[in-house]
């Protein structure tokens, strides 16, 4: 079955670490996205990949950091400067970005930070 | 700018009741329109869009919207929910002229027994 793959689902995180979060696809979609979702907040945008070995900064990239080396991957790590990381992430993909091209979503990762 | 309103926070509804979520957008061109289902703790799923043509637009799950221009609405509808259609429910605004979607905060849906 085609689909986003995200892990682990629940990662805890101490202050001062980089943590890493996976997305894998097998939709053969071009394009990735990273979200971020908080209570009460529609998503907001952390970072777009168009095509292998590019990227775009969203709305909230500060303290996040992508790379896109496959076209099935695309890895979302929180550094230690992202001030809230707790929050739930949810990576999507879709075939191409143009704004009739539907995003399908992975079922998220919660991070909490200790 | 872009923006999306969902002006309920929480709606309840009985089961087998009616239900209508609304959405309200400002966009200066012809929007491209989504609703998102997301169940608790998972990812979103796409019930229904809009593009252009007929403004009545049928969804999976038994779904509906109507786009209103005059009103920059697109309300979602259903004429009977189940007690599996608690979830939050997400209107989304896309752009011609550019890859991103902007979202509303959500409406979670409550369904009494």
């Known amino acids: 079955d085609g689909g986003i793959t995200q892990s682990p689902k629940y990662l805890f995180r101490k202050e001062g670490q980089n943590v890493t979060l996976s997305c894998e696809q097998n939709?053969?979609?071009?394009?990735m996205y990273w979200y971020r979702q908080d209570p009460g907040q529609g998503l907001r945008l952390i970072y777009y990949?168009?095509?292998?070995?590019?990227?775009q900064k969203g709305d909230i990239a500060e303290g996040y950091s992508v790379s896109r080396e496959k076209k099935e991957s695309f890895p979302l790590t929180v550094t230690s400067a992202q001030k809230n990381p707790t929050a739930f992430y949810l990576c999507?993909?879709?075939?191409?970005?143009?704004?009739?091209?539907?995003?399908?979503f992975g079922p998220g990762t919660r991070l909490t930070v200790l | 700018a872009q923006s999306v309103t969902q002006p309920d926070i929480h709606i309840t509804v009985s089961e087998g009741a009616s239900l209508e979520l609304r959405c309200n957008y400002s966009?200066?061109?012809?929007?491209?329109l989504f609703w998102y289902v997301q169940s608790p703790g998972q990812g979103l799923q796409l019930l229904l869009k809009?593009?252009?043509?007929d403004t009545l637009v049928q969804g999976i799950k038994g779904f509906e919207a109507e786009f209103k221009r005059s009103q920059s609405s697109f309300n979602l509808r259903k004429p009977s929910v189940h007690w599996s259609d608690a979830a939050e429910y997400f209107c989304?605004?896309?752009?011609?002229?550019?890859?991103?979607?902007?979202w509303g905060a959500g409406t979670k849906l409550i369904i009494k027994p």
């Open positions: 999507a993909s879709s075939i191409g970005t143009g704004p009739t091209d539907t995003q399908y």
């Open positions: 966009y200066g061109a012809t929007p491209y």
């Open positions: 809009y593009f252009s043509g």
């Open positions: 990949s168009q095509i292998v070995n590019d990227f």
């Open positions: 989304a605004v896309g752009a011609k002229s550019n890859y991103q979607l902007i």
């Open positions: 939709l053969n979609h071009d394009a």
